[in-house]
């Protein structure tokens, strides 16, 4: 099949600038043309927080980290809802209504000015309408990430995405002992959870990446931790997974107790 998106230009109007007040500062949305496509970022203080591509390849994500999400579904097969903490531009979940239609993907965003630009600029409500067409549903919850956790019906999940680890401020109240607690019990027997931790130039012992990993030791059976390097964007990023099952992953990193952080509790925050 041939690549039209080389062929595609965007319209004078895609390609202005926009500045958005959001409860983290003013975003800006600006399209630009690397690596021979056209995309679209969203940033805050400088820093690349999400991303689509133009064009016929706007529902597949730009960032490698949210490419190496997917993996959720090679370890559990057979998903069926899933919860995305995080929506941002909605790349993953963009994905997910693409390759897997059939699945109902909840997706937590606290910010409702963050909605709105997925809407305005990240073709949210385009991938809405594709999940539904495919028999599932993409669902926006303007909420906190946290409440959502410890309200989830026991058992009500076959996966969790964790994208608020956003590098020098992650949100630490889903770091917690108690957060992934309650994440572990929304879970089926067979779920997993993914939590995407973003090095930080001034953690340089990557002490919360650390702290995650202890967390979770601390919750589920099995933990890993690989490393997703994207050359073209946003740098590195480290994705922990955690199950009760076994996790078939050959590329993770190595690690012994000597590298387990302190775990994160409610009352320490």
């Not at 064009?55 to 730009?62: D, I, V, W």
């Not at 590098?167 to 607690?181: D, G, I, Q, S, Y």
């Not at 994440?183 to 012992?205: K, M």
Request: hydrophobic fraction near 45%; charged fraction near 20%.
């Amino acid at each position: 099949m041939a690549d039209n998106s080389r062929s595609y230009f965007p319209s004078p109007a895609e390609l202005l600038p926009h500045v958005v007040s959001t409860q983290s500062g003013l975003a800006l949305i600006r399209t630009t043309h690397a690596h021979g496509v056209w995309q679209r970022i969203l940033s805050t203080g400088g820093v690349w927080q999400s991303a689509t591509l133009l064009g016929p390849r706007r529902m597949e994500p730009p960032f490698a980290y949210h490419r190496a999400f997917g993996r959720v579904f090679d370890l559990v097969p057979h998903v069926q809802r899933l919860l995305a903490i995080g929506g941002g531009g909605f790349a993953f979940p963009k994905l997910v209504a693409e390759k897997h239609p059939g699945v109902v993907t909840d997706v937590v965003e606290i910010d409702p000015a963050v909605i709105d630009i997925a809407r305005r600029w990240f073709y949210l409500d385009e991938a809405c309408e594709l999940q539904q067409h495919g028999g599932g549903q993409l669902n926006v919850i303007c909420a906190d990430g946290r409440r959502v956790l410890d309200d989830a019906t026991p058992s009500s999940y076959d996966a969790i995405v964790l994208d608020a680890f956003v590098r020098n401020a992650p949100v630490r109240t889903l770091a917690t002992l108690e957060a992934f607690h309650a994440a572990h019990q929304a879970l089926s027997p067979h779920g997993i959870l993914l939590a995407n931790v973003v090095p930080d130039e001034s953690d340089p012992g990557n002490g919360f990446l650390r702290t995650v990993t202890a967390g979770l030791m601390a919750t589920f059976a099995n933990v890993a931790i690989t490393l997703v390097v994207d050359h073209q964007n946003v740098g590195e990023n480290y994705i922990v997974f955690a199950s009760d099952t076994a996790l078939d992953l050959p590329d993770a990193i190595p690690f012994d107790k000597d590298f387990l952080g302190e775990v994160l509790r409610d009352k320490a925050l």
